[in-house]
């Protein structure tokens, strides 16, 4: 269940904020589609976004769920303790209709002595609309009327970088600000330096705060050495001379994979890339439909197209974003690759062959 997880994290902890991971619903098809394992940030204009969690977080399998640090949560699914949301001062109501209200209760939460993770066995599904299905009076942007209570209220010094990245504020009305202010103080709440040296020091990295929200086409890009080759292979099944190749042609998408005599044909060479694709003879991307591993479109979003694996003998292949391991359904020329839950038996332990082109 998607609740237990959550409930257990906040009764050993009542200063924890949980939230799920969110999968994504088509808002036009319903179809649902695992997220990658990620976690909140935001830029200096105060915009959430989606980063990378550290490699060092997921350094074994079990790191795969356990919790995970967030600096920042989406806002819109979270399970926190009711006295401890009454305590630390509920929401603001100075705030009007939508935007920055997640940025500043995450603010709020870890600089007043709380924290917020992110629980890998947690996962919940979320419509993503396209537009939101409502305005705001009057034509007033909320979300930067909003930041600039949060930028005031919450980030001292730091509120030049904010304004200096929304040159638009010009001489918005954000209303009162004294109680929250006074709400701060009450609560003894760190600074904003605190917040940004022990829970985001990303932040003050070159570039990561800049006011972009980050290229659309590769939201959970690991860097933009991506697209570099770590180097081309064929994946073994440990113990044997079988070897993951596409049952069609390489350039077929949609092509399931099987096991067949381990030859150095391109159907079995896999190219794999800084950002944990493996490329199928530089053309297609293995991916994940339904609980097949097949060769699609690569789309530099990590997500389903994103694959781990510890070292380069007799090791599981790891799916992140879907939390299953490849596997073999027979050990047998052309059975078929599936995914499943991970364990060490012996149609799911895999060598990563180097091939020297």
């Known amino acids: 269940g998607w609740l237990e997880p959550l409930l257990a994290r906040i009764k050993a902890n009542e200063t924890r904020v949980v939230t799920p991971v969110i999968d994504i619903i088509n808002a036009d098809t319903f179809e649902y589609k695992a997220s990658p394992l990620v976690r909140g940030g935001l830029n200096w204009g105060l915009h959430f976004k989606w980063i990378n969690v550290p490699n060092e977080q997921l350094s074994t399998d079990e790191s795969f769920i356990k919790p995970i640090t967030s600096p920042t949560m989406a806002g819109g699914l979270f399970a926190m303790s009711k006295k401890y949301f009454d305590g630390l001062g509920k929401y603001d109501n100075g705030m009007n209709i939508w935007g920055g209200e997640n940025i500043e209760i995450s603010f709020r939460i870890w600089m007043c002595g709380g924290s917020i993770e992110i629980i ?4 919940i599904g979320h419509v993503f609309r396209k537009h939101r299905p ?7 942007d909320t979300m930067l009327r909003n930041s600039l209570r949060v930028a005031n209220v919450w980030m001292d010094e730091y509120k030049e970088r904010f304004y200096k990245q929304r040159p638009e504020v010009g001489n918005i ?4 600000i004294s109680s929250r202010i006074e709400l701060r103080k009450r609560l003894n709440c760190k600074p904003f330096s605190w917040y940004v040296q022990h829970v985001y020091p990303e932040l003050l990295q070159p570039g990561h705060g800049d006011n972009a929200i980050g290229p659309k086409k590769d939201q959970f890009q690991k860097s933009s050495k991506g697209k570099k080759a770590v180097g081309t292979y064929q994946i073994r099944l440990s113990g044997t001379s079988l070897c993951i190749a596409s049952e069609k042609d390489v350039k077929t998408k949609g092509s399931k994979l099987i096991l067949k ?9 896999w190219t794999e890339t800084a950002r944990g694709e493996l490329k199928l003879a530089q053309f297609l991307c293995m991916d994940v439909h339904k609980d097949d591993p097949v060769l699609g479109k690569c789309h530099e979003m990590g997500g389903s197209q994103e694959w781990k694996h510890k070292s380069s003998n007799s090791m599981a292949v790891y799916n992140p974003a879907g ?3 490849l596997s073999a ?9 599936t995914l499943s839950i991970c ?9 990563f062959v180097p091939v020297f082109m």
């Not at 890998?120 to 996962?123: A, H, L, N, T």
């Open 343 to 351: 364990n060490a038996n012996n149609r799911s332990q895999w060598d």
């Open 134 to 140: 409502y305005s705001s009076p009057d034509g007033e």
């Open 120 to 123: 890998p066995c947690s996962r």
């Open 329 to 337: 359904v027979e050990i047998a020329p052309n059975s078929r690759v």
């Open 323 to 325: 939390g299953t391991c």
């Open 173 to 176: 009305l954000y209303g009162d």
């Open 261 to 269: 005599s381990c030859l150095r044909v391109k159907n079995q060479l």
